[in-house]
Structure formats: structure tokens, C-alpha cells
């Protein structure tokens, strides 16, 4: 189970389930979500709000957690949405890791049939 982080809001808190614990059915939650409520030029909002929806567990707010009601994060205050963005950093990485770019050097390397020399 994760911890209780401290919101905006002194005395606020929420707990956000641990990335590790994510299957590709939460991916796929999100990805439908994201789908379902973006407008057009909303998409990265419409994202965090996604993730809020499967990574939320519980919080202290005097509010339904986003995956009962996901319009209840218009109605947080903007401090406590603004940290909960940032605690949801973890999240959005684990969902949606950024993928490495490789160098002209390691491709060749790859393709390379034998080991790399000792001067390598």
C-alpha cells in the first residue's frame, strides 16, 4: 500500500497507488479515458486527469476520489491540484515511460556481429 502525501491544503493528503503495482489494463483505462473526455487541445490535461482516475486510492478531500467522479478535480483547489499533478509524475512515467533514443554509435554497434573491442 503507498503512503499519504500532503496536499496544498494543510491537513489534505492523498495516497497514490505505487506505479509498480500498474498492468496494461490500467494503460488502457487511461488511453479510453483520455480518448473519451479530451477536446481539442486538451490532451495532456485530459491525461493527468486520466491518471488521477486508475493512481488516486484515497484522499482526505471532502470529495469522491476521480475514479468514482472524475469531474470532482474541478472542484479541488487549484494548490491541491497543482501538487497532485506533481505527485502523479511517477505515474504518468511508469505508464507512459519516455522512450531512449539511440546514437548513430550504438545502432552500429547492435548491428555489429562481434563483441566490442577492448579499446571500446
Not at 487549484?78 to 505515474?91: E, V
Amino acid at each position: 500500500m503507498s503512503e499519504r502525501q500532503p496536499l496544498a491544503t494543510e491537513g489534505s493528503w492523498v495516497q497514490i497507488r505505487d506505479p509498480h503495482t500498474l498492468k496494461s489494463g490500467d494503460k488502457r483505462r487511461v488511453l479510453r479515458a483520455i480518448r473519451d473526455n479530451a477536446e481539442a487541445g486538451e490532451v495532456a490535461l485530459s491525461m493527468l486527469d486520466a491518471i488521477a482516475t486508475v493512481a488516486v486510492e484515497a484522499w482526505s478531500l471532502p470529495l469522491p476520489v476521480p475514479s468514482q467522479d472524475i469531474k470532482v478535480l474541478d472542484l479541488m483547489e487549484i494548490g491541491d491540484y497543482d501538487k497532485l499533478s506533481t505527485l502523479l509524475g511517477p505515474t504518468q512515467d511508469a505508464l507512459f515511460p519516455t522512450p531512449v533514443e539511440e546514437t548513430p554509435e550504438q545502432e552500429a554497434d547492435e548491428a555489429s556481429p562481434t563483441e566490442p573491442s577492448a579499446g571500446s
